[in-house]
């Protein structure tokens, strides 16, 4: 049987599973179009400010509550939650990459380096980089 790693929560912070599966969450509800307004309402009782909590791992989704999520984003539980605790080798998944997905105009981003050229996307990411500081 493979080692598992073991993820723990940072001290007097959202668990990180919580953070990455608000993530996937705020990701699906970007992707139908959907505010955080209308994914409370399109649920029956949530409101907007919940939603934003579970986004950011602050509260934790219950598994009724993410059933009754997953249907209204027309997606399965387990594609929200596939794959959050480990990949293949046992290692965390990439759970930084996910909470950068949170920041305010990072699905933007993504999505219109997606649709640009290889050149640009170059140009574009050694800018990021620079701006950064990283090389």
Do not use: W
Request: charged content about 25%; aromatic content about 2%.
């Amino acid at each position: 049987m493979a080692a598992r790693t073991r993820i723990t929560a940072k001290e007097n912070g959202p668990h990180p599973l919580d953070v990455a599966l608000g993530a996937r969450i705020r990701l699906r509800r970007k992707e139908l179009g959907l505010s955080q307004e209308d994914l409370g309402k399109l649920c029956g009782d949530i409101t907007f400010q919940q939603v934003q909590k579970y986004e950011h791992g602050a509260n934790r989704v219950s598994f009724s509550r993410l059933v009754q999520i997953a249907a209204t984003l027309q997606c399965s539980v387990s594609s929200l939650i596939s794959d959050l605790d480990n990949d293949q080798s046992g290692k965390p998944v990439a759970m930084d990459a996910l909470k950068a997905l949170n920041e305010p105009g990072a699905l933007n981003l993504l999505v219109a380096f997606s649709v640009i050229s290889t050149g640009q996307r170059k140009a574009v990411l050694d800018l990021a980089c620079q701006l950064a500081g990283k090389d």
